[in-house]
């Protein structure tokens, strides 16, 4: 798997970004498909994941009501929505995959069993 990102930017506070992830030439339908960012001087965390069903999904506290994650089968798509964007969410945005064929559906992943990265998106959030 590679994965592509796309739809960061520049956007102010209190503002809406939606971001796409895709890997081209290559299904990942039975994939836990995770998102992540990393902030000058900080470790890598993650923020949403979605499970291979779509139907469950998991958060980081800091994003809980703000952001949202879904999948688009059809287009071998994993977006995330994010709103009411706040300076502290710039960083660079990375999607990255875990579980497969063999897992339950509803697993949403553990984030330190994602692997296969995109070289990510930046999306700046200013004051």
């Known amino acids: 798997l590679q994965f592509v990102e796309s739809g960061g930017g520049l956007v102010q506070s209190g503002g809406s970004l939606r971001l796409s992830c895709t890997a081209p030439?290559?299904?990942?339908?039975?994939?836990?498909i995770g998102w992540f960012r990393q902030a000058p001087g900080k470790e890598r965390e993650g923020v949403a994941s979605i499970s291979s069903s779509g139907l469950s999904t998991n958060y980081v506290d800091s994003v809980k009501g703000r952001f949202t994650i879904s999948r688009d089968k059809a287009k071998n798509t994993v977006y995330l929505q994010m709103n009411n964007l706040k300076p502290e969410d710039t960083g660079r945005y990375f999607c990255a995959a875990d579980g497969g064929p063999y897992y339950d559906t509803e697993y949403y992943g553990n984030w330190s069993e994602f692997g296969s990265w995109g070289p990510g998106t930046q999306v700046t959030v200013s004051s």
């Open positions: 030439r290559v299904k990942f339908d039975y994939y836990v």
